[in-house]
């Protein structure tokens, strides 16, 4: 048979092909919608929560740090069991644990049984998530469906958290708080059925070396180490002895780890997806970007609650211009131009409107307009970290092997997950510092019950405004970094490089297009 009709053939089995990996797209985005929205759905419903299951005030932070710990503490591990098992299978696991956990806690009748089912809700999780953007990683291979599927997911995980307030604000208004955790159950019934029916995991992709038990014991320690030190040091302070245990702990681990994946034949996570510049790059800024979001969630909550007076479904929809900016920033602006553009090209700038957008945040003060500066503040920010995320996301896993995808991508989510719980320990360490001096100074001057009312309000938002200078400040150094270390070119200029080689990617014409396309090696994918 001659070279044109083997091309022939070859272009004629591709649209079933790709129907099926859009089909698959949408069950995926679907459970990333579900673990996104329950990372801050489940915020609104607390106080209620709190109150029925008669959790004290000191324990009510677990019912979001027992989450946190187990996903950020699992990822590696889940990644690699992802890789071991195949992806496919990890996503459908993940699925069913996450659902059967999400019901236990919507049935929860006391404290145990709450924070017991919110642990499986993210070692579940730390399994699913990077399944789901591993399998991506192997099903979308061409730049320009790698673009358009990537805009489509970016703007889910970036704008999926706003949205779970808003879910959340309504559930917990009109229904009860166990529905908060009760509507993940047909989420993963129905992404769990699309996936088993649709998915075709490519073959060749499984990573079936033996587990590397030193590694996740190490891993998993070191990060939890790390997660709770932040979370510790939000309520007890940075010098406080077991803050400190619990760094110098998770220092100690992770270097260990290190150590130890240098010289196993099978490691957790090999060096070589996070020695390379570009992913090294993404995975930096990503977190960076994480730290200063983060924390920007929980005051605009508050400030549009407590100081403006927003319900709780107000404040869902004020969170509105954010999810439009985040959609418009991944599709229109990212999806368009990342086979245009170099990835830097689209993540520094985008960070770079997102520092703005934070540095207007600064201006808050207790009258401040919504209109006048909220808006604009959070179409930017949206904007911004729509378009950044998107090639971020994308770059994920550029130049690693199939088999490393898993990994790669569990990386990802350990960056954001790790930045997620220093954000919020940082910036409201931050935040509660600067309202105690500013209270300090200025209650003395307010003698009438409005008038301390009216102090203590702004303390709070002076607070608010410390911590956001200093989110601003981490904005424009994820900027800089994203300017500086990625490098890589647009995708279709840079072939892959095999996992251990040493050169970075390298450019190629129309041949090594073709090449690469035959053996289904993800030149960009998260």
């Known amino acids: 048979m001659s070279e044109t009709a083997l091309s022939k053939g070859r272009h004629a089995q591709r649209p079933d092909a790709d129907n099926r990996r859009w089909r698959?797209?949408?069950?995926?985005?679907?459970?990333?919608?579900?673990?996104?929205?329950?990372?801050?759905?489940?915020?609104?419903?607390?106080?209620?929560?709190?109150?029925?299951?008669?959790?004290?005030?000191?324990?009510?932070?677990?019912?979001?740090?027992?989450?946190?710990?187990?996903?950020?503490?699992?990822l590696l591990f889940g990644g690699r069991i992802a890789d071991l098992w195949g992806r496919k299978r990890a996503f459908v696991t993940g699925l069913g644990g996450f659902a059967l956990a999400s019901a236990v806690g919507g049935a929860a009748q006391n404290e145990v049984m709450m924070l017991s089912a919110r642990a499986l809700q993210g070692a579940f999780g730390a399994l699913l998530a990077p399944a789901a953007l591993s399998l991506l990683a192997v099903m979308f291979t061409d730049a320009k469906e790698r673009a358009k599927a990537f805009g489509i997911y970016g703007a889910i995980a970036g704008g999926g958290g706003a949205?779970?307030?808003?879910?959340?604000?309504?559930?917990?208004?009109?229904?009860?708080?166990?529905?908060?955790?009760?509507?993940?159950?047909?989420?993963?019934?129905?992404?769990?059925?699309?996936?088993?029916?649709?998915?075709?995991?490519?073959?060749?992709?499984?990573?079936?070396?033996?587990?590397?038990?030193?590694?996740?014991?190490?891993?998993?320690?070191?990060?939890?180490?790390?997660?709770?030190?932040?979370?510790?040091?939000?309520?007890?302070?940075?010098?406080?002895?077991?803050?400190?245990?619990?760094?110098?702990?998770?220092?100690?681990?992770?270097?260990?780890?290190?150590?130890?994946?240098?010289?196993?034949?099978?490691?957790?996570?090999?060096?070589?997806?996070?020695?390379?510049?570009?992913?090294?790059?993404?995975?930096?800024?990503l977190g960076l970007a994480i730290i200063g979001m983060f924390g920007l969630f929980l005051f605009l909550t508050y400030y549009l609650q407590v100081v403006k007076g927003y319900s709780p479904v107000e404040t869902g929809f004020a969170f509105l211009p954010m999810i439009a900016g985040m959609i418009t920033g991944s599709t229109q602006i990212g999806a368009r131009l990342m086979t245009r553009v170099a990835p830097r090209l689209l993540m520094g700038p985008g960070f770079l409107a997102a520092a703005l957008g934070m540095l207007l945040l600064t201006q808050l003060a207790v009258d401040t307009s919504y209109a006048g500066l909220l808006l604009p503040a959070m179409l930017l920010l949206g904007l911004g970290m729509g378009t950044a995320f998107m090639p971020a996301m994308s770059l994920a896993t550029h130049g690693v092997e199939p088999r490393d995808a898993g990994v790669a991508s569990a990386m990802v989510n350990t960056s954001q997950q790790v930045g997620g719980a220093i954000g919020t320990a940082l910036l409201n360490t931050i935040a509660a510092s600067a309202t105690g001096s500013y209270l300090a100074g200025h209650a003395a001057g307010a003698t009438t019950g409005p008038a301390r009312q009216l102090v203590q309000l702004q303390g709070m938002v002076h607070g608010y405004t410390s911590a956001i200078w200093v989110a601003t400040g981490i904005l424009l150094l994820a900027a800089l970094i994203a300017l500086t270390f990625v490098t890589t070119g647009r995708p279709g200029t840079g072939a892959p490089t095999a996992a251990g080689s040493t050169g970075g990617a390298t450019r190629y014409g129309s041949a090594g297009r073709e090449a690469a396309d035959e053996v289904q090696v993800p030149v960009i994918a998260h």
Request: aromatic share 10%.
């Open 163 to 285: 949205v779970g307030l808003i879910l959340g604000g309504f559930l917990t208004e009109y229904l009860d708080w166990r529905w908060t955790f009760f509507v993940n159950v047909p989420f993963a019934i129905v992404a769990a059925a699309g996936a088993f029916l649709v998915i075709r995991e490519p073959a060749g992709g499984r990573n079936r070396s033996p587990l590397d038990i030193p590694g996740v014991i190490m891993a998993t320690l070191g990060l939890v180490s790390l997660v709770y030190g932040f979370t510790h040091a939000e309520s007890s302070g940075w010098t406080d002895p077991v803050t400190l245990g619990l760094f110098v702990a998770s220092a100690v681990l992770l270097v260990a780890f290190g150590l130890t994946e240098s010289k196993v034949r099978a490691p957790l996570l090999p060096l070589r997806v996070v020695a390379d510049r570009n992913r090294a790059g993404v995975y930096l800024s």
């Open 24 to 74: 698959a797209l949408f069950f995926i985005a679907l459970a990333q919608l579900m673990v996104v929205l329950d990372a801050t759905i489940v915020n609104i419903a607390l106080p209620s929560a709190q109150h029925d299951l008669g959790i004290s005030d000191g324990n009510r932070q677990w019912v979001i740090t027992a989450y946190a710990l187990a996903f950020g503490g699992l």
